[in-house]
């Protein structure tokens, strides 16, 4: 599985991290995905080989980093090293690095992928834990990530709070914070994928104990081990990873905030509607007529002038699935979806819904959202996608992942398919593809 581009309008820089007497590598980048939404992409070629006494000893060294955590029963993540990284986003003061550790007990392998990384001054370390019982061939996967607190932010804050005029005196300053500033402040949502080849993306929980630390599901891990893999090397059975993760903070001052959920409050629980949009199998949702109005031109133009829609306050939506149609009234109402786009069978259905009524900030959403789901897998796909939808950015990025990952874009069935339905898309692939090839002759 080939590891996800970066998008060439996203201004960020993979990290590659080799320590010293250490052959492990690990590649990690963070993008700001829009105001309050970041994707931190992260792969490791392999996971190292450590016994329990260097695990414990290791931890014992992390004190360069402390947890946020207050209880002490909640399990942080082992920290093997932590070190200063580099900004690799959009945003001044975020940056990655990552190591792989691999754990054997008495009567389970155990498989962790760590990464610690900076999203605008805040530090966070991610985890990937796979567990495997030699008396089964069950491999248990968990994720977790943890909000954690460095000595340099700690002697900050003790700064502010014991300068000239005390906390008083810094939350009367006349200075203006940063707009998209997420320092200290904590995600509202945050959701993952591994290797590109889950069929559901796993949210992360914030934990019953703590409120600076998250954890999934115990999910099926058997795609990160080789079954019938036999080596002197303890690592080769455990496959390269990847994972896209990300992290959504709320933007909206309180007042702002307590504004757009009184709205979308009206359309969840369907208070005073004035219009109803009817679907297949008499399923309906209500809304509003001066806020749809207010969001997009189409329905301006549908109520504002003498026709039927105007007349009888129904709707009848014909080709949008309901599920769609929902998510698209819940971000006219609060500028946000009901829930994350977390795969592109979403995503591209509410592109189509977005352009169709002209919410042009949902559909750049969606876009922003595509552009962190290009794979070998389904590059072909999003290429027609983009081509027929006339999303020029998002093609020109696959255009540019295929070139470099033609060898493998190439044996697909789907590029048979390519040759046959769309010449033209194949025939500018295939070029990039040899020019690409003519740099190393």
Not at 190 to 201: H, R, S, V
Not at 272 to 294: M, P, S, W, Y
Not at 353 to 372: H, M, N, P, Q, W
Request: charged share 25%; proline share 4%; hydrophobic share 40%.
């Amino acid at each position: 599985m080939a590891f996800c581009t970066v998008p060439a309008s996203v201004v960020s820089l993979p990290t590659i991290r080799r320590e010293e007497n250490d052959n492990r590598e690990v590649e990690v980048c963070v993008e700001r995905i829009r105001s309050g939404l970041y994707c931190m992409h992260s792969k490791w070629e392999k996971p190292q080989c450590k016994s329990n006494d260097d695990s414990i000893a290791a931890s014992q060294k992390s004190d360069e980093i402390t947890p946020f955590t207050l209880v002490d029963s909640v399990v942080q993540p082992q920290l093997s090293s932590v070190a200063a990284v580099d900004p690799v986003s959009s945003t001044q003061g975020n940056g990655a690095n990552g190591t792989a550790d691999k754990i054997f007990g008495a009567h389970h392998q155990q498989a962790d992928y760590v990464v610690d990384f900076v999203i605008d001054g805040q530090s966070y370390v991610f985890k990937a834990s796979f567990t495997k019982s030699t008396t089964t061939t069950k491999i248990v996967g968990l994720l977790t990530l943890s909000q954690v607190e460095t000595k340099s932010s700690k002697a900050s804050t003790a700064e502010e709070s014991i300068g000239e005029g005390g906390k008083d005196a810094v939350n009367l300053s006349n200075e203006t914070p940063e707009e998209d500033s997420t320092h200290h402040q904590l995600p509202s949502a945050i959701w993952a994928n591994l290797n590109g080849a889950m069929t559901k993306i796993l949210p992360l929980n914030k934990s019953l104990n703590s409120d600076h630390h998250w954890e999934s599901a115990n999910f099926d891990g058997s795609f990160t081990y080789f079954e019938r893999l036999f080596s002197v090397d303890e690592w080769k059975p455990w496959k390269p990873l990847t994972c896209l993760l990300w992290i959504e903070f709320e933007t909206f001052s309180g007042g702002e905030k307590n504004v757009l959920k009184k709205l979308a409050d009206m359309y969840v629980h369907q208070k005073h509607c004035d219009v109803q949009f009817t679907f297949k199998g008499d399923e309906r949702v209500g809304g509003h007529v001066n806020i749809l109005v207010a969001r997009s031109p189409v329905f301006a133009a549908m109520f504002e002038h003498d026709m039927k829609e105007a007349a009888t306050g129904v709707v009848a939506i014909v080709d949008v699935q309901p599920d769609i149609f929902k998510q698209l009234l819940h971000y006219i109402y609060s500028g946000r979806l009901l829930t994350p786009l977390t795969e592109e069978a979403t995503a591209q259905p509410l592109f189509v819904a977005a352009d169709k009524y002209d919410i042009g900030d949902l559909k750049e959403e969606c876009v922003r959202f595509l552009l962190t789901c290009v794979r070998v897998d389904n590059a072909i796909n999003l290429l027609v996608w983009a081509h027929l939808h006339s999303v020029d950015e998002l093609q020109q990025t696959v255009v540019s992942f295929m070139t470099l990952q033609g060898k493998e874009v190439c044996h697909l069935k789907e590029w048979e398919d390519l040759t046959k339905n769309y010449p033209d898309l194949c025939v500018l692939v295939t070029r990039r593809i040899i020019d690409r090839m003519c740099l190393f002759i």
